[in-house]
């Protein structure tokens, strides 16, 4: 039985790649899920899978290098997906330190421990042992508005502390692979949307408030360009970059589905006043009177767009889900789900994992 380390996998992608990786391989393979729980880390996300043999939870640090390093003493670890890191650029800008705390120096932990595990006297690895470092294209810095593209080749140019801190792991990572071989892939992908994202992005966050009737805020004139992926495409090009990729290559995930934050708020509201039953008292303040543009956020990318041809060329990826059908899975989730978004909202799901697990 394959054993995965996966990092961050309480968060938004991390969770549903677990539960991707589940339904694809059912109890062939063994999924360590190592997070510290920040703001950003929701066990409840997991509460599914939590019952199963082939599924443990440990919580720790990234940047605990002994608790790592007892994860590699404790299993044999075929896989590491990293996703573990601090997320929002928001916040980035507001507290940069524990980006780089997480980002940077997590990631030198996470490369250290899999390194002194996986590598032999000789400097060869181990059969079959594979690394992804789960990263960004805000490694790229920003486009203009007219055209062109990120591709794997384009200099790296980060703007905010999340970009800059998310730039340096990967060059890490790459360092590791130039310097002492070791068995990697990077991906860069695009923003991702879907269940169990925190309502502190975009999309979820203007979900959540237009069902409540609060404003919606727009940074700067709502003109700056995003990539949408849903995010079980994202974990899908995860699993065939560490099934068909190259090793040492980097592959861009992306899917050509470019939208003006403005455009985004739009459809999200035209979508909300579609799905909401007759009679329900929410349809009266839906609106786009909601719309509230704000201040812009400090050096603000204005456009972001992924060209994903080397992983449709190579691995035969490409994105399935097409944004509308997308946004109405996405908002049908959070119209189910909205005692997550209380608990997420409320701060609940710290209890929940005091309850769960006990206080440690
Ligand atoms: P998230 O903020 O939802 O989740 C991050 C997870 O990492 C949380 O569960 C948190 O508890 C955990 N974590 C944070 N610091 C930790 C630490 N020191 N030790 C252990 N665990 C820690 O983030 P996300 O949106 O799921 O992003 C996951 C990864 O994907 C990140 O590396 C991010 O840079 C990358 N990424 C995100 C997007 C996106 O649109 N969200 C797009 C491309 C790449
Ligand atoms: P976000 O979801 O924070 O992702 P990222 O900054 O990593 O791309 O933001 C997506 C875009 O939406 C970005 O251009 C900033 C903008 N934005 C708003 O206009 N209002 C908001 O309240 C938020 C959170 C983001």
Known sequence: MRTYLVTGGAGFIGSNYIHYMFRKYGDQIHIINVDALTYAGNPENLKEVEGRGNYTFVKADI???EAISRIFA???IDRV???AAESHVDRSIKD????????VLGTAVMLNCAREAWENEDGTYK???????VSTDEVYGSLEEEGGYFYETTPYAPHSPYSASKASSDLL???YMDTYHFPANITNCSNNYGPYQFPEKLIPLIINNALKGKKLPVYGDGKNVRDWLYVEDHAKAIDL???KGRLFETYNVGGHNEKQNIEIIHIIIETLQEMLPPGDPRRAHVTKELITYVEDRKGHDRRYAIAPD???DEIGWEPETMFREGIRQTIRWYFDHEDWMEHVTSGAYQKYYDDMYGKK
Do not use: M, W
């Open 63 to 65: 940047c605990d290098k």
């Open 74 to 76: 404790d299993y044999e």
């Open 81 to 83: 997906v990293h996703f």
């Open 96 to 103: 940069p330190e524990v980006f780089i705390r997480t980002n």
């Open 127 to 133: 059969e079959g042992k594979r690394f992804l470092h």
């Open 173 to 175: 990572v790459k360092a």
């Open 241 to 243: 970059v560490q099934e």
């Open 310 to 312: 080397k992983i449709r």
